[in-house]
């Protein structure tokens, strides 16, 4: 966050002002200028503004989600900006751009505030349609008052912003026996590889000097999987994130190459979401559990390049995220599982045997957060590992090619079922600061399987369903 930013959004206590987020639905039509048909156009939004909005005055705000026009496109990694400024300029401005058929376009409008006719004016969104400048359509969104109002207002948030780019800043100070780790993981839509990213700082336990390493991969839609290891290098601090052998993590940008430039990347990365504590938030903080887990943002989006042997990726809007890991070293037995669900919605799942005396006998403690409609269930992360506070245990069974996840955490439940195929995985050797080691097979090409069902007169009814085939991130750790 810049200092500019920083001033507008403190208070004259020195805490950040806060936010406002709320969720919009609008549905309507399109007319595209060389068709003759009338497409049916739906519009979810989560718009975030960094300000309480102000109704005498202009908001800025940032505006996400899924477009659908039937027949054509359906891009769950829309973005764009709103002005929102009902009496000092009366309008309230929408500039959406999304990916139709591998065609980057743009949805601008407004919605003409008028006193006579307040209702119309506030819920309907005449736009224009373009593709690099030029027009090439038209068509009206409505906001449905009847069914959507309620649930309109019931999704205003005033949360404080955080700024993602903080968390990336490296949290070791200099202790023995320590790992800290970057890593990013994409999806590109339009080929269907998927990208990893792995940056790793290692202290070892016996006080030696500490190293930085680790690797990219891509997994083709077709054929095998490609990797290359950078490092080991000296490690160097960084105020903002990781560098090392040419690779660095900096706020916005990811860049370097592997093995002597068989593998090269330079990517642009824009957060998409608020921060996603996997862990509780206070173990991020303060580092008293074997390990922390978290996303500096839930969602990304990514453009650049990613480039492997003589074959060249080029990412426009690619879903994906970062996350950061700091800890004593690898867990006795893991999985992960990050999957983007479209619209919006995010499921984060960490299971894990902990290598201390103790723990290391106890079935995997699972760490589970589903961010949907704005909402992280369950509340507390505590709650799927602990099984308290009306939550029944969490449980994983970690095998593969397919492993699974189910609990039950108050009126909802859920089953996560995730195929990891063999042709699709890749085997890498971990090293842990005490110089054991454990073998992770990660996927970014992986199946998923969702069902959250929730507790309604007398029974179980499904509330959500999700089917990922290719598109789920996840990985299998073993000693």
């Not at 938030?281 to 978290?294: G, T, V």
């Not at 996350?323 to 669900?341: F, M, Q």
């Not at 054991?436 to 998923?448: G, K, P």
């Amino acid at each position: 966050m810049s200092a500019d930013t920083a001033s507008r959004t403190a208070t004259s206590s020195g805490r950040p002002a806060r936010g406002t987020v709320f969720r919009e639905t609008m549905l309507g039509t399109l007319r595209l200028d060389d068709e003759d048909r009338i497409r049916r156009v739906r519009l979810d939004l989560r718009v975030g503004a960094d300000r309480s909005i102000r109704p005498l005055g202009t908001t800025e705000a940032r505006a996400t989600g899924r477009i659908r026009v039937a027949g054509w496109a359906d891009d769950s990694c829309a973005e764009g900006e709103l002005e929102i400024s009902p009496l000092a300029r009366r309008r309230i401005r929408y500039r959406i751009t999304f990916t139709a058929d591998g065609r980057r376009l743009t949805v601008d409008g407004w919605k003409s505030v008028t006193p006579r006719r307040p209702l119309t004016s506030m819920t309907v969104l005449p736009y224009t349609l373009y593709e690099a400048g030029a027009r090439i359509g038209t068509g009206t969104l409505r906001f449905p008052v009847g069914t959507q109002l309620l649930r309109f207002l019931a999704s205003f948030r005033f949360p404080r912003p955080q700024d993602p780019d903080a968390f990336l800043a490296p949290r070791w100070r200099g202790e023995p026996g320590r790992t800290e780790v970057w890593y990013t993981t994409v999806t590109d839509p339009d080929t269907g590889c998927g990208l990893w990213l792995h940056h790793e700082l290692t202290a070892p336990a016996d006080g030696s000097e500490p190293y930085a390493h680790g690797w990219a991969a891509v997994f083709p839609k077709h054929g095998p999987v490609r990797h290359a290891r950078f490092g080991p290098a000296r490690w160097t601090p960084e105020e903002s994130g990781f560098s090392a052998d040419g690779a660095t993590v900096r706020p916005g940008r990811l860049s370097g190459s592997a093995e002597g430039g068989a593998l090269r990347w330079d990517l642009a990365e824009r957060p998409a979401d608020e921060p996603l504590f996997t862990f509780p938030r206070w173990s991020w903080r303060r580092p008293l559990l074997p390990a922390a887990h978290m996303l500096p943002a839930a969602r990304a989006s990514y453009d650049g390049t990613f480039a492997h042997d003589d074959e060249t990726l080029t990412l426009t809007a690619a879903p994906g995220a970062s996350a950061r890991i700091y800890g004593h070293g690898n867990a006795r037995r893991w999985a992960w599982l990050h999957a983007d669900l479209g619209g919006g919605d995010i499921l984060e799942i960490v299971a894990a045997v902990s290598m201390r005396p103790g723990l290391r006998r106890l079935p995997p403690l699972v760490f589970l957060r589903l961010r949907r409609q704005g909402r992280n269930w369950p509340r507390r992360p505590e709650r799927p590992a602990l099984g308290w506070a009306g939550a029944g245990r969490f449980r994983a069974a970690l095998a593969l090619p397919t492993w699974t996840v189910t609990g039950r955490c108050g009126l909802r439940r859920i089953r996560v079922e995730v195929t990891q195929p063999a042709d699709r995985t890749l085997v890498v050797d971990y090293t842990d600061p005490d110089g054991r080691h454990a073998t992770c097979r990660n996927s970014e090409r992986a199946d998923a399987r969702i069902r959250l069902e929730r507790w309604w007169w007398g029974g179980w009814r499904t509330e959500a369903e999700w089917r990922l085939d290719g598109t789920a991130h996840a990985e299998v750790g073993t000693r």
